[in-house]
């Protein structure tokens, strides 16, 4: 018996870890009076996946999926009832074009250097034959 409750904890932990509500709820939810403990204190937007997470005033942080339709109304919503919106963070882009591009350059740059290495040629000292015999009159 012992067994069995101990091996569902933790997936009723994970469960209850991070909750969630429908669309109608938080737009509920929103318009609550300043005084309920439902009221939604913070918004956290996240406009890629189309999710929101509330802080609500009872201390909850709910997890929110909304259409993507309706992503200008639920900012405008928020902003009208002076709800503090803050949108996350978007992952780093790795900008793997200006690596490629700066290798090519260096690659332009090595055969350029080995162009004009191979055609200087040797420089040979000048002899007597190579300058103009002085005239004189």
Not at 49 to 59: E, I
Not at 72 to 85: A, M
Not at 101 to 115: D, E, F, M
Request: charged share 15%; hydrophobic share 45%.
């Amino acid at each position: 018996m012992l067994a069995v409750a101990l091996a569902s904890a933790p997936a009723a932990l994970a469960a209850s870890d991070t909750p969630s509500e429908s669309y109608a709820t938080l737009l509920t939810q929103i318009a609550a009076k300043k005084g309920s403990p439902d009221r939604v204190v913070r918004a956290t937007v996240d406009k890629a996946k189309h999710h929101v997470r509330v802080t609500l005033a009872n201390g909850s942080r709910p997890l929110v999926s909304y259409p993507a339709t309706a992503d200008k109304q639920l900012v405008d919503n928020l902003l009208h009832h002076h709800i503090p919106v803050v949108y996350a963070k978007k992952p780093a882009v790795h900008h793997t074009l200006r690596y490629v591009a700066a290798g090519v350059v260096a690659v332009l740059l090595l055969i350029g250097g080995g162009v004009w290495f191979y055609t200087r040629g040797r420089q040979e000292p000048p002899t007597d034959s190579d300058t103009p015999a002085a005239t004189s009159v």
